[in-house]
């Protein structure tokens, strides 16, 4: 069973800063495409950023020169560096791991909130 486990979620003021991580447990992190997204309610979860095995990143357009997404295998984990957040950032924020080989290896995290508000 794989798991997966964000942490860091939390309320900052407009402008702010936070750091979420991701933790997996599997036996080899290295092979996996792994990535961020969040979602509100009554609306779509949209993606937010992506880092792939061979460090490959993308980000989305609203999120473009303020996060930024890293991975550090040897701890099997991967990190969201958010800066000059706004309202609208506000969401459950949800990590993923997929196997860009086998499509039934993709596992979500619970989730986590970010709140950016005065």
């Known amino acids: 069973q794989v798991h997966v486990v964000e942490s860091g979620g939390g309320s900052v003021q407009p402008g702010g800063s936070l750091t979420l991580s991701c933790a997996v447990s599997?036996?080899?992190?290295?092979?996996?495409?792994m990535a961020w997204y969040r979602q509100v309610p009554g609306k779509e979860r949209e993606f937010v950023a992506r880092?792939?095995?061979?460090?490959?990143?993308n980000y989305a357009d609203s999120v473009k020169g303020r996060f930024t997404i890293s991975r550090n295998d040897a701890k099997n984990t991967v990190y969201l560096q958010m800066n000059s957040l706004k309202p609208e950032d506000t969401a459950v924020y949800y990590c993923?791991?997929?196997?860009?080989?086998?499509?039934?290896?993709?596992?979500w995290g619970q989730g986590t909130q970010v709140t950016v508000s005065s």
């Open positions: 880092i792939t095995y061979y460090n490959n990143i």
């Open positions: 599997v036996r080899v992190f290295g092979i996996l495409n």
């Open positions: 993923n791991a997929n196997d860009p080989i086998n499509s039934a290896y993709n596992y």
